[in-house]
């Protein structure tokens, strides 16, 4: 077996509704076979996996899969459930798994849902070595491999603080990402964007974080407020320790000015030896060294979020308590046995553990039954420490004056460390510690007491009550014209005064300004546009290749348009049929929001019956269609039952609901209906129309923005119409029979006959090259045919010929040049368009068509600055049936 590749599909995606990660794995000499076609494979799996025993597989019911490995099952699927397996002796989520063909012989994907990437990406590649020596008659140590994955898992989870937040941000419906393999997350999408790191925030001041890591400067600005910190001095040099030592009422704490998480940091210094000891230790950290009176009392924590304290603990130094039999050592190995240590900040408490230079307790004494043995000073859960919840016990003066220090020292999260003998009491101690990016474990997890919900009093100072953190998010999907509707529904959000942020197939852009330039509308794109804090709104592209291989960049929209599902792609990506592309698709239609709008195409079968889906009707959302003819009863039903719909009546563009009727411009003033003509861009219009409504653009700024959307200018590459000579060229980017089909339709009501410039991508199914050309001879009097520069697996000529053939079936007497380059072709077609020639140009590369044309002369025009009657007048009533 040979794994192709392997893929994380982080959102919503067309095999699962949450995160999955997929396998293309060529089974090779596998392919074709079954598991009971191998002697011994399902005992040795079994005996390895016992856990297989509880599969379920399709038949729904625990050792169904089991059953399938006796009757025989494909190596594809065993490697699936191995997976699943591995992934739950780690506790991992994998409970989801699906394994598809992938359209080669033998080539299969491995679709599974998983908690931690990294851990189930080398599962998956464990599960396909496991597979294959077993099916060879191999052992297989699986131990090694499970504690590395264990590992990854380890490195790269979401720490308690980071987790609780972002736990706090998915019950709220805040949408959340991570940038990195540590704690930076992002919330929000556009200008309500938000990022955290551990308990840090976006909004966090830098100065005051600089101010909590500078000790002295924050017990300074504390004493300056009258807030009570304990005497002490800041030195550089064992004298000056010494002075402090005489000047100050021991004990004393001696501490690096700059350290975290009890670092080097000595308590009950009473004499020069010992502070000898403690000066050079923290010396070691840091250039300044904090000596200061040890207060008498209890260590507690008290966490202070936008001004108000949400909890407090009292924290316990590390300790063991011995039993009379077991020695230090053998206490601190059973302590560690407890399932809520972990290394670092992975899991509610810390591993004990010292470091190689750290002091450290007898480990081979004996304690006696009863006796509590300190293993550190100081009390930090870093250093293995406990926490008992006292938030409810905190003296309401202790709890404003913490309050107050807080908002002294400017941090919007702050950990203040109090040293007082009774926090149910008025402090009598004092403030000994601030700290920025406080723990939250001690707070989530503690060893005694009440959880306290610090997550989500962190998410509300982020996103008060009622915010989501969203913008306007439109999606748009479909066969064709799905570019032009996104470029249509941007320009009238940003008409409305928003900057809008937009993903097309050709280019990413933010506000007016094209920011990368490319076949750009996979999730990685949308992510750009959704990061960026500019974005007011967004819409987005949704192109089949980026949702089958990489899912969507968005949870949910506010709206989604699906524009027409066309017989396209055949043959891509194991694309068999109609029902392949709707699967594909429809994933958009889904992930609209509760109260969202669908915006669907009632002209097109496979769209409107989207309306009917199951997975549609599974929340309440507002269906909305558009046609041509209004006069469909689907249309009628829809609007007799109270729905929305937008279609043209007596050459105006209207928005029907029940019985009425606002008209909102007459479409044969929008330049981009070439005079009504048009009827795939009306078509175009009235989705982008009622896709602007829902996202609340008024008719009024829908219409000034229709009327002021050049094709040249705001849709490059689809329907430019430029005059050259005495002859006309209009230049689009269609590719397919029914892009050709409506293009055909449209130059039909011209008065000049027309010419065409076409290719079909290498790609296509035969069938659907054959279709093309077959629409190319009817709806055209002359043709060049050209061919892609990327043949995408044929030979040069081969579509060609191909298209050729098709076109001589059914029109033996057409006029048809082959001309594979496609500039080479251009140019020939342009000398006739010179000379008074009409021709339409279907072409690969629009950008270096549109500079041949300049190099020529050519000259942009919209449909209103054509010089000569070539639409025919009325050209509205001849494009849409009268209702």
């Known amino acids: 077996m040979r794994i192709e590749n392997i893929r994380a599909l982080r959102g919503p ?35 390895l996996l016992p856990g297989l025993h509880r599969h379920h597989c399709a038949q729904g019911h625990a050792g169904a899969f089991v059953q399938r490995l006796r009757e025989g099952t494909f190596f594809g699927h065993i490697v699936e459930h191995v997976a699943l397996e591995l992934a739950g002796q780690l506790g991992s989520e994998g409970t989801y798994g699906k394994t598809r063909h992938a359209g080669e012989h033998g080539l299969y994907l491995v679709v599974v849902r998983y908690g931690n990437e990294a851990a189930m990406e080398s599962l998956l590649r464990t599960s396909v070595q496991l597979v294959r020596a077993l099916a060879d008659g191999w052992d297989f140590d699986l131990g090694p491999h499970l504690e590395h994955a264990r590992q990854l898992a380890a490195e790269t989870e979401l720490g308690p603080s980071t987790r609780a937040i972002v736990e706090a941000a998915e019950r709220r419906g805040i949408p959340w990402r991570r940038l990195n393999d540590g704690s930076l997350v992002e919330f929000g999408h556009g200008i309500k964007r938000k990022r955290i790191q551990a308990a840090i925030t976006s909004d966090t001041s830098q100065i005051a974080v600089d101010i909590a890591c500078d000790k002295a400067l924050t017990k300074k600005l504390l004493q300056e407020a009258f807030l009570p910190v304990p005497a002490g001095r800041l030195v550089t040099t064992l004298t000056a320790a010494r002075e402090a030592l005489a000047e100050l009422t021991g004990p004393l704490v001696v501490k690096p000015v700059d350290g975290n998480q009890g670092r080097a940091v000595t308590l009950g210094v009473t004499d020069k030896a010992g502070l000898a000891a403690a000066f050079s230790k923290a010396k070691a950290l840091s250039e300044e060294v904090l000596i200061e009176e040890q207060l008498q009392g209890f260590d507690y924590r008290v966490l202070v979020v936008n001004g108000r304290m949400v909890a407090a603990s009292r924290r316990e130094p590390c300790q063991v308590t011995g039993d009379g039999v077991r020695t230090i050592a053998e206490l601190i190995a059973l302590a560690n046995e407890d399932s809520r240590r972990g290394d670092g900040h992975q899991k509610p408490l810390t591993r004990i553990e010292f470091a190689a230079d750290e002091e450290q307790p007898d480990l081979d004494r004996v304690p006696a039954a009863g006796e509590c043995v300190l293993l550190r000073q100081t009390a930090n859960l870093s250093q293995g420490g406990t926490a008992t919840d006292v938030t409810d016990m905190v003296h309401p003066a202790t709890r404003r004056l913490c309050e107050r220090a807080a908002r002294v020292l400017g941090l919007d999260i702050c ?176 992930r609209v929001r509760e109260g969202g709008t669908l915006v669907l195409n009632a002209d097109d079968e496979e769209s409107a019956a989207l309306a009917d889906s199951k997975r549609v009707k599974e929340l309440p959302r507002r269906i909305v269609f558009f046609t041509l003819d209004p006069t469909r009863p689907r249309v009628r039903e829809h609007l007799a039952a109270g729905g929305r719909a937008y279609y043209v009546r007596n050459g105006m563009l209207v928005e029907a609901e029940r019985r009425r009727e606002m008209p909102i411009v007459r479409i044969d003033n929008v330049p981009l209906s070439m005079n009504g003509t048009a009827k795939f861009q009306i078509a175009n219009c009235l989705a982008a129309v009622a896709a602007g409504r829902a996202l609340g653009v008024s008719a009024r700024m829908v219409r000034s923005a229709l009327l002021s959307f050049s094709s040249n200018r705001h849709n490059p590459g689809r329907s430019n119409v430029w005059q050259l000579g005495q002859g006309y060229v209009v230049l689009d980017y269609g590719h397919n029979p029914d892009a050709f089909r409506a293009a055909a339709e449209m130059t039909a009501a011209w008065h000049r006959p027309v010419i065409a410039l076409a290719g079909v991508p290498g790609d296509r199914a035969d069938s659907v090259i054959c279709e093309a050309a077959q629409v190319l001879a009817s709806g055209f009097s002359r043709l060049w045919i050209k ?60 950008a270096e068509a549109i500079r041949l044309l300049q190099e020529r002369g050519g000259r942009e025009v919209d449909s209103g600055e054509i010089e000569e009657p070539l639409l025919q007048e009325g050209g509205l009533a001849a494009a849409i049936p009268v209702a």
């Open 13 to 47: 995606n067309v095999h699962h509704r949450k995160k999955v990660m997929t396998m293309l794995l060529q089974l090779e000499d596998l392919t074709d076979r079954e598991s009971r076609e191998f002697p011994g494979f399902n005992e040795r799996l079994l005996e």
């Open 415 to 590: 950990g203040l460390d109090l040293i007082t003998p009774d926090i149910s009491a008025p402090l009598t101690g004092g403030i000994v510690e601030a700290n920025a990016s406080p723990g939250l474990r001690m707070h989530l997890h503690p060893s005694s007491g009440r959880s306290r919900p610090v997550g989500e009093a962190i998410m509300n100072m982020l996103y008060p009550p009622g915010e989501n953190g969203r913008i306007p998010l439109c999606t748009v999907t479909g066969t064709n014209g799905k570019t032009t509707v996104t470029r249509l529904i941007s320009h009238i959000v940003a008409h409305d005064g928003r900057n809008v942020g937009m993903t097309t197939t050709d280019g990413i852009h933010i506000g007016q300004e094209l920011v990368a330039e490319g076949d750009l509308t996979g999730p990685a794109s949308a992510q750009v546009v959704l990061a960026d804090p500019t974005v007011e709104a967004a819409v987005l592209e949704c192109a089949r290749g980026g949702i089958l291989r990489r899912g969507l960049g968005y949870d949910w929209s506010d709206v989604a348009v699906v524009t027409n599902i066309r017989l396209d792609h055949v043959g891509q990506d194991g694309i068999e049929d109609i029902e392949d592309l709707v699967w594909i698709k429809s994933l958009v239609a889904e």
């Open 787 to 846: 061919e892609d520069s990327d043949l995408r697996g044929r030979e040069p000529g081969e579509v060609a010929d191909l298209l050729l053939s098709s076109i001589r079936q059914v029109n033996p007497a057409a006029e048809c040049n082959i001309v594979l380059d496609e500039l080479t072709a251009l140019g020939e077609v342009l000398d006739e368009v010179c000379s008074g020639a009409t021709a339409m140009l279907f072409v690969e590369r629009p």
